[in-house]
């Protein structure tokens, strides 16, 4: 790896406000994995990468996605979510107890993640400890950074995905242990959601992520089926996130729940000012009929929000595609919801695919001094309009997204290592 180099093209970034910064024809400087900063000059005694006249952006974050369902990803999309999951989802994830079959799945997966925005990510992998390990390396080899999490589930599950409970946190403790030869890829805690595990199950990986200092995820309030589902198994409880609560996981490390598609008034003032992230998939919840979630309401509230594709509930691995999305839906629940919940605009959008989801991991997910240098390179030149020459880099990148998300990126780097 070059220890210091630049990146020449058309530079933007979202900043802290979720305004977008523009530095055209600049140089991006890198120093080691650092953004140094951005010049307007020709920097004397480095290697230039020379992307002139492309759009440079930091790399994406795609908070939640399921690596296993990637092969069905596009498909089987006229039921709901716990449908969905019994009919198409387990038997796929179910194939993971075969290496040779992980093996050809998982290489799939990873060499079209590499050609995405995507630079960082939470994966769920499945029960299959071997074949979660070998997922990680896969990762790890091709030079991205994440985590990836081996889940957890022993009840209401088909009896080839539920593990005993001793098993599964025996399992979970090896291959917290396997994960610790690579170096940029991370385990963490993920119970697929309180449904498919026991209180007991749930308490033992909240001490195991309290004690390692490991973050969690899983999924809160993606359908309304499946809210009935959680009142009907911990009737104590408050409401889902109270049940969360109540088994050691709110927060207490970093933590994703996936969708918060219905959360109640309580459930988003629990929400408000806890190391909680938001994995806001938009197109995953219109494909499975799950609903719009509140996003609006909640960046007023200061909530944590990111965006996710959550393949194969979502079809694409692309996140701008997600953020296009994430402003459809939010007009919807402006028209047919909220009339006095606004609109999501394209730079809020763009803000949460990159330097929203990227704080999850630390300092990224943007061009700012001291920041990791994960960058993706955009070629928009086959966009053919008019009005080329007379629009922003901000309106350029909008346009790139509504027409050309999904296509593979022209050069992508992780931590300041060009990766392709």
């Not at 629009?391 to 990148?397: D, G, K, M, T, V």
């Amino acid at each position: 790896m070059e220890e210091r180099f630049a990146i020449f093209g058309d530079i933007l970034y979202a900043d802290e406000d979720m305004e977008i910064r523009e530095f055209k024809d600049s140089y991006l400087i890198v120093n080691g994995t650092k953004v140094s900063g951005i010049q307007r000059s020709r920097p004397n005694g480095m290697v230039v990468h020379d992307y002139g006249g492309m759009l440079v952006i930091p790399g994406l974050t795609d908070l939640h996605l399921h690596a296993p369902q990637y092969q069905f990803a596009g498909l089987f999309m006229d039921e709901e979510l716990l449908q969905w999951l019994e009919r198409h989802t387990f038997p796929e994830e179910g194939r993971y107890a075969d290496l040779d079959y992980a093996k050809k799945a998982y290489s799939i997966f990873t060499s079209d993640l590499l050609k995405s925005e995507t630079t960082r990510f939470s994966i769920f992998a499945t029960i299959h400890k071997d074949a979660s390990l070998m997922l990680s390396q896969m990762l790890e080899e091709k030079g991205f950074s994440g985590y990836v999490g081996k889940v957890n589930m022993d009840m209401n599950s088909p009896d080839y995905l539920c593990e005993d409970t001793r098993d599964s946190i025996e399992s979970t403790l090896s291959y917290i242990e396997g994960m610790k030869r690579f170096e940029n890829i991370r385990p963490i805690i993920t119970p697929r959601f309180i449904p498919s595990c026991s209180p007991g199950l749930l308490k033992e990986l909240a001490g195991i992520s309290k004690e390692k200092g490991l973050p969690v995820q899983s999924h809160l309030d993606e359908n309304l089926s499946e809210i009935e589902w959680v009142k009907e198994l911990v009737p104590e409880s408050r409401n889902y996130s109270d049940a969360y609560r109540m088994m050691g996981l709110w927060g207490e490390e970093k933590t994703i729940m996936a969708h918060v598609v219905w959360p109640d008034d309580e459930e988003m003032n629990m929400l408000e000012n806890r190391n909680i992230f938001v994995a806001h998939s938009p197109s995953s919840n219109s494909n499975l009929s799950s609903g719009i979630a509140p996003i609006r309401k909640m960046l007023e509230r200061r909530i944590n929000v990111a965006l996710a594709t959550d393949v194969a509930g979502g079809s694409s691995l692309s996140i701008l595609r997600m953020a296009t999305h994430a402003i459809e839906v939010s007009k919807l629940y402006h028209r047919l919801v909220d009339e006095k919940s606004r609109p999501l605009t394209f730079r809020e959008a763009f803000y949460m695919a990159s330097l929203g989801g990227g704080r999850f991991f630390g300092s990224t997910g943007s061009f700012i001094p001291g920041y990791d240098a994960d960058v993706v390179v955009l070629d928009s030149s086959s966009i053919h309009t008019t009005l080329y020459d007379e629009i922003s880099l901000a309106e350029r990148l909008e346009l790139y997204a509504y027409r050309c998300a999904g296509r593979p990126v022209a050069a992508k780097f992780i931590k300041g290592r060009k990766v392709l």
